[in-house]
């Protein structure tokens, strides 16, 4: 059982249901407006363009916007593109590194869904 896979579970989940809605071809903005409804219609807490910030040595050096944080556990990262590659995978990792959230999910709604689980732990 992975940490937080009740959450990940109903994600996915719905990542499926609006990808086989839609399909491929939109533009993010549009898978991510989607997934938003569906995941509030499985009853989970959602925030859109959720705001991190990033501290050197205690001070401010720049700000995130992560696509979705789901339950407040979750950082969904969306991509709209061909295939993932490990860029994708290092932006995901870094918005765990600048938070407390330790699980994320990289979503890609291209030619074929892929989807990519990533835990980083701040201890």
Do not use: W
């Not at 696509?67 to 994708?88: P, T, Y």
Request: include cysteine; hydrophobic fraction near 35%; charged fraction near 25%.
């Amino acid at each position: 059982m992975y940490k937080h896979s009740g959450i990940t579970d109903k994600i996915i989940s719905c990542f499926y249901t609006v990808y086989n809605t839609l399909g491929f071809g939109f533009l993010e903005r549009i898978y991510e407006n989607s997934l938003c409804i569906e995941l509030k219609r499985a009853g989970l807490n959602v925030k859109p363009q959720y705001p991190i910030s990033v501290y050197f040595r205690d001070e401010l050096v720049g700000k995130y916007f992560a696509d979705i944080l789901v339950d407040n556990n979750v950082i969904i990262e969306l991509k709209a593109c061909e295939a993932l590659n490990q860029s994708h995978e290092n932006q995901l990792v870094n918005y765990l590194k600048a938070t407390e959230i330790e699980v994320g999910l990289l979503l890609n709604f291209g030619k074929k869904p892929e989807i990519k689980r990533k835990i980083y732990t701040n201890r």
